[in-house]
């Protein structure tokens, strides 16, 4: 049982690991700063979540399995907000401009 | 092995990066960059109290100070011409840097086998104190006079601040208004997140004497969000002649010194506590000094005063 | 080699690195920046101190880390005390740099 979690754990983490690099692969080659906000909120949403799925799995108790998720609600809260931030510095008069 | 060699690799890399960086929003980025990375190998290192410090206080506020100051600093930056020093200046500073590396290298490389260690001291003595931390029981019970002069020194960062101000600001509101959009994002955030982040400072802060954290970390994090609220427009920055800032500011400290000094007259020596009653004594501490930590922490963010009082 | 005495020689160039911009960069800001990198390193060399005095069931000797998150706290108060000299000397004089006349 233990083996499957631990096989379950090791999927998901470099599941996780394979959005953050596609992340950063996009931070890096993206043309402005937009179309960059756009591949980091990919490693926010799907990286980070999948990281605490595996890790979830070996969380020890409800209140460890609940600390973990809150981390991802508040990462992605933090960054949902800066994203909007940034955009809006970087073009300022909306969408149709 | 090979995690620790990489990440070592890594800080190495980053820290590297910040020092050679052209842009200096760049350097500032990668030195918060630097300091999450330090706060993984204070994990590796068996260290989580001093890693949540280091990620908060090192990295998360220390950033943000530096980042509000590179951007006052843009305008200055452009003007600056590209001042390459003459490359004679570089090898000598390479040299020298060379040597001090190998100096502290050579330092790490003879250090005496087997390690001399107060671990063991410290876990016979913790029952007596009443706490299930170590790090916390050496901050507040074995170096707690270390602890009450760093609050004191906190505060003498603070008066040195406050006296950067201009004359006729004196005593005035730190850092600009700030305006609350009533639909604006960042009020929504701020909105959501203090409450929450009070709870979990105050949450870190309690635990601490039992579990990694304590009321450094807590501090850090209550003073984080009063500073999300003071950007966000939700609340103005008191100004700095306000009598309640002001004894907020001192209570801690004070409460300190006072349990110390009647240590003598109950215990028999400064800061010692009667052994039935360490850890209430404790808890009244370190109440008072978060506060007080918490408070200073987001002036020190905030600055010296930009506009005058209102009375 | 254990993992302490790797973070040890870390540590020692990170010192190394942070030395050779406080010396290279004229610009005040990228000298804070700098110093506080050689404070990192100064501090990790306490950790893995701490990290080799693992003893009585801890992982770590608890008297050097104490010591550094004490050291963390007073380096933040310095470098918001430098910062905030900084930005007055931009607001007296218009420059940030401490080179003679630009």
């Known amino acids: ?97 | ?311 | 080699m254990t993992e302490a005495t790797l973070y040890g020689l870390c540590s020692a160039a990170l010192v190394g690195v942070g030395l050779f911009g406080l010396i290279m960069h004229p610009q005040p800001l990228r000298k804070i920046l700098a110093f506080n990198l050689i404070g990192g390193g100064v501090f990790l060399l306490f950790g893995a101190v701490a990290r080799r005095g693992a003893a009585a069931g801890l992982g770590g000797d608890p008297v050097p880390q104490a010591l550094v998150i004490t050291g963390l706290v007073v380096a933040f108060a310095a470098t918001a005390l430098a910062v905030a000299l900084l930005l007055r000397l931009f607001q007296e004089t218009g420059r940030a740099t401490l080179g003679s006349d630009g």
Not at chain 1, 31 to 59: E, I, M, W, Y
Not at chain 2, 93 to 112: E, K, N
Not at chain 2, 216 to 244: E, H, K, S, Y
């Open chain 2, 1 to 311: 092995m090979a995690f620790d060699i990489g990440l070592a690799l890594l800080v190495l890399g980053v820290g590297a990066w910040t020092v050679a960086a052209r842009d200096t929003f760049a350097a500032v980025v990668g030195f918060v960059a630097y300091g999450l990375l330090l706060a993984l190998l204070w994990v590796r290192l068996a260290a989580p109290d001093v890693a949540l410090t280091e990620a908060a206080l090192g990295s998360g506020l220390t950033g943000g100070l530096l980042v509000s100051a590179s951007t006052r600093l843009r305008r200055a930056e452009t003007r600056a011409v590209d001042e390459r020093q003459p490359a004679s200046l570089r090898l000598a500073a390479a040299v020298l840097c060379t040597l001090v590396s190998a100096g502290v290298a050579a330092i790490v490389l003879l250090l005496p086998e087997p390690a001399p260690t107060l671990a063991p001291q410290a876990m016979v003595n913790m029952a007596a104190t009443g706490l299930g931390n170590p790090v916390t029981a050496v901050l507040m019970a074995y170096r707690a006079i270390d602890t009450l002069l760093e609050t004191v020194v906190l505060l003498l960062a603070l008066v040195g601040i406050w006296s950067l101000a201009p004359d006729r600001v004196w005593g005035g509101v730190p850092g600009p208004r700030h305006q609350a959009e009533p639909d604006g994002l960042l009020t929504f955030i701020a909105q959501l997140l203090v409450p929450v982040g009070i709870l979990v400072g105050i949450h870190i802060f309690w635990v601490g004497s039992v579990a990694p954290g304590g009321e450094f970390q807590g501090a850090t994090i209550l003073a984080a969000m009063w500073i999300l609220a003071m950007m966000a427009g939700l609340v103005d920055a008191p100004a700095v002649n306000r009598r309640w800032l002001r004894l907020m500011l001192v209570a801690g400290p004070a409460v300190f010194l006072t349990i110390g000094l009647t240590g003598f007259a109950v215990a028999g020596s400064f800061l010692a506590y009667p052994e039935p009653h360490a850890k209430l004594l404790i808890l009244m501490i370190e109440i008072p000094v978060t506060l007080s930590i918490a408070a200073t922490l987001a002036l020190l963010v905030a600055g010296p005063p930009e506009r005058a009082p209102g009375r």
């Open chain 1, 1 to 97: 049982m233990s083996a499957a979690l631990n096989g379950l754990t090791i999927l998901a983490v470099c599941a996780g690991a394979f959005f953050f690099l596609a992340g950063t692969v996009g931070l890096l080659r993206f043309p402005d700063t937009l179309s960059r906000l756009h591949a980091l909120t990919k490693a926010d949403n799907l990286g980070l979540g999948l990281v605490v799925l595996g890790l979830l799995f070996q969380a020890e108790g409800l209140l460890a399995a609940l600390k973990l998720i809150s981390v991802w609600l508040l990462a992605l809260l933090a960054g949902a907000t800066v994203t909007q931030l940034i955009a809006h510095t970087a073009r300022p008069s909306g969408p149709q401009a």
